[in-house]
C-alpha cells in the first residue's frame, strides 16, 4: 500500500469515529455535539449571550442562533431580556436542560486531550503541524469550525460482527 493510501484509510478512520460518535451521542440523549457544547457551555455560564457562546466554541453567531433556537424549541433552554439593558439577551437552561446536562456523556475530545497531553512537546508541535498542513492540502485551513470533537463513547460498546 502507497504511504497516500494509508494516510487516506487514517484520516477516513478518524472522521468514521467522530461521525459514529456523534450518532451515538444523537441515540442517547437526542443531541448533536453542536448542542451539547452549547448546553454545557449555558450550563456553566448562566446568562451567557450569544456571541459569548460563540467565541467560546469557536462558532459563528448564526449557527449558535440556530442551535438555541431548536434547544428552546425542545425547552431545553430559555433567553431571557435583561431587565436593565433591554438589549441583552441571557440564555438560561431550563429544568429539563439541567436533567439532560447531568445524564449527557463527557466530551469525546476529553479522552484525546488525555493522551495528547502525555506527549512529548515535540510530539505534539509534530501532530499539530501534520494536521494544519493536512487542512491546507485539503483546502480546509478556513473552515468555520470548533476546536471540540463530537461527543460520546470513546470506545464502540457494540460487539463487532
Request: hydrophobic share 40%.
Amino acid at each position: 500500500m502507497h504511504k497516500d493510501e494509508e494516510l487516506l484509510i487514517a484520516l477516513r478512520r478518524v472522521i468514521r469515529a467522530i461521525d459514529l460518535r456523534s450518532k451515538q451521542l444523537n441515540k442517547s440523549i437526542g443531541l448533536t455535539g453542536p448542542q451539547l457544547l452549547v448546553l454545557r457551555f449555558v450550563g456553566q455560564e448562566p446568562g451567557v449571550m450569544v456571541r459569548q457562546i460563540a467565541n467560546n466554541i469557536n462558532l459563528s453567531p448564526a449557527t449558535v442562533t440556530n442551535i438555541l433556537d431548536r434547544l428552546e424549541a425542545r425547552n431545553v433552554v430559555q433567553r431571557i431580556r435583561s431587565t436593565e439593558d433591554k438589549r441583552r439577551v441571557g440564555v438560561f437552561l431550563t429544568d429539563q436542560g439541567q436533567e439532560m446536562l447531568q445524564t449527557a456523556p463527557m466530551p469525546f475530545q476529553e479522552h484525546f486531550t488525555n493522551r495528547f497531553s502525555k506527549l512529548e512537546e515535540w510530539e505534539q508541535s509534530q501532530m499539530v503541524a501534520t494536521m494544519q498542513r493536512l487542512a491546507h492540502m485539503m483546502d480546509a485551513e478556513n473552515i468555520d469550525v470548533s476546536p471540540f470533537l463530537e461527543v460520546g463513547e470513546l470506545i464502540d460498546t457494540k460487539p463487532e460482527s
